[in-house]
């Protein structure tokens, strides 16, 4: 029985000894297994990574350099020394899984080599694509111009490399937008014939989307930016001007104050306040639109404030300004009228006008800029408006000896005493016709009615 017993044990130990032989083997043959197959994955996002990076920086290459470089040539053409076929087939394989479209053509422009991208970006098999002439894939607009470079550079009389832009045409007959990169490849350095062509496309329809999105967000802010500053400032403060003050020598300025709005307002909600009062300035600045001289400058509580003749043209009539700034400001009180039937109101407008200068004009700030005017007449025009009478246009004689020989009827008012200018000769102003203002507001008012 002992003689058995230890028998047993000694079968257990060599059992024992030899399970844990067996699980170091497999435990090895797991990691080695784990190692070979990771290995190659690594090298080949290693190989890609790489590739990527030579294509970005032979863009920057002189082409010159590209042609004269064997090892650039012979990585695209594929022909390579006795003893490179293994990394020949790698560098193939990186060719076929490039992002970029890559396209290789024969000496007669017929496609014998496409890669995967191609048929990802216009959606063509390379059954279709091989065999056939480059140009048959091209957009009809740039079939002769890429068939011209070719023969160029096949002749010799052109450049063996070319950049450009060009559209392709897809399975469903649409263009799609590439930039082009076009290398003609020879066999050696001592060779003067090209033998293929490398075409390198990248599909540009994404970055053409970015531009145009970029310039829709940039025409929305400058149309933002024209209705707080006048257009001609506009382009000089995209021109990168921090700076910008100018003179005017003579200018036509005018207040517009809505008569005891204060009082109107009283048993109106904020809400309703501030709506009753954009209708009325918008509609201001409807009339004001009409005016190409005449430039809104800024709104102070229920006063409108703007001048005309700020950016006038050499060419212009010296008496313009003051013309236009008349008529706007009669047409904006006769809008009165409507503006108080929409809102069930009894407003009134005083307004006042006055013509002179030198004034001086520029941007104020830096965050938020501004545009705006100072000067005397400035003041003497904000007095006139203080002191009219609601519902009349006032104008100073400086206005009115630059409009007495126009269609106005010009009533005298006598001397007005203006705060801090003593007294001063005014002046009430109307059109002769009035059936002409009264279409004028009329046409205005109903262009903002909906359609």
């Known amino acids: 029985m002992r003689a058995t017993k230890r028998i047993s044990d000694v079968m257990e130990n060599l059992y024992d000894k030899d399970m844990n032989l067996q699980i170091l083997f497999i435990s090895i043959g797991a990691v080695c297994l784990v190692v070979i197959f990771t290995l190659p994955w690594y090298f080949r996002d290693f190989?890609?990574?790489?590739?990527?990076?030579?294509?970005?920086m032979l863009q920057h290459l002189p082409p010159q350099t590209i042609i004269d470089t064997p090892e650039i040539l012979e990585f695209f053409t594929g022909k390579k020394k006795k003893g490179d076929k293994d990394k020949m087939s790698t560098s193939k394989s990186i060719i076929h899984?490039?992002?970029e479209c890559i396209i290789i053509t024969n000496q007669n422009s017929v496609i014998e080599i496409v890669n995967k991208s191609v048929t990802d970006n216009i959606g063509l098999t390379p059954d279709q694509l091989l065999g056939q002439q480059i140009a048959n894939f091209v957009?009809?607009?740039?079939?002769?111009?890429?068939?011209?470079q070719i023969d160029l550079m096949m002749s010799g009389q052109g450049s063996a490399f070319w950049e450009d832009h060009i559209e392709l045409v897809n399975d469903n007959n649409a263009s799609v937008p590439f930039t082009i990169t076009m290398i003609g490849m020879k066999d050696n350095d001592n060779s003067s014939e090209i033998k293929s062509i490398v075409f390198i496309l990248s599909n540009e329809t994404e970055e053409i989307q970015k531009r145009a999105d970029a310039e829709a967000a940039k025409a929305k802010s400058e149309k933002l930016l024209y209705q707080i500053l006048p257009k001609s400032i506009v382009v000089r403060l995209n021109r990168g001007e921090t700076d910008i003050s100018f003179t005017i020598e003579s200018a036509t300025i005018f207040f517009i104050d809505i008569v005891k709005f204060s009082a109107y307002t009283a048993t109106l909600t904020p809400t309703e306040i501030m709506s009753n009062l954009?209708?009325?300035?918008?509609?201001?600045?409807?009339?004001?639109?009409?005016?190409?001289?005449?430039?809104?400058?800024?709104l102070i509580g229920d006063v409108y404030m703007a001048a005309a003749g700020l950016f006038q043209e050499e060419d212009e009539k010296s008496n313009k300004h003051a013309e236009d700034a008349v008529r706007c400001c009669i047409q904006c009180s006769k809008a009165m009228e409507e503006i108080n039937m929409k809102l069930n109101a009894s407003l009134e407008a005083r307004i006042g006008?006055?013509?002179?200068?030198p004034l001086i004009g520029g941007v104020l700030g830096t965050d938020k800029p501004t545009f705006d005017i100072i000067g005397d007449p400035i003041n003497v025009a904000a007095r006139l408006q203080s002191t009219d009478i609601a519902g009349c246009v006032q104008i100073s004689s400086d206005t009115k000896a630059l409009i007495e020989n126009l269609d106005f009827t010009i009533e005298e008012r006598g001397e007005i005493y203006l705060k801090g200018k003593g007294n001063r000769m005014t002046y009430f102003v109307s059109l002769q016709n009035k059936q002409d203002v009264e279409a004028s507001f009329t046409m205005t008012l109903s262009s903002r009615e909906p359609h």
């Open 47 to 56: 190989v890609i990574q790489n590739y990527r990076v030579l294509l970005m």
């Open 97 to 99: 899984d490039a992002s």
């Open 139 to 148: 957009s009809a607009k740039d079939q002769a111009r890429l068939t011209s």
């Open 278 to 298: 954009s209708l009325v300035f918008a509609t201001f600045d409807k009339i004001v639109s009409e005016y190409p001289s005449i430039t809104k400058i800024k």
């Open 353 to 357: 006008v006055n013509s002179g200068g």
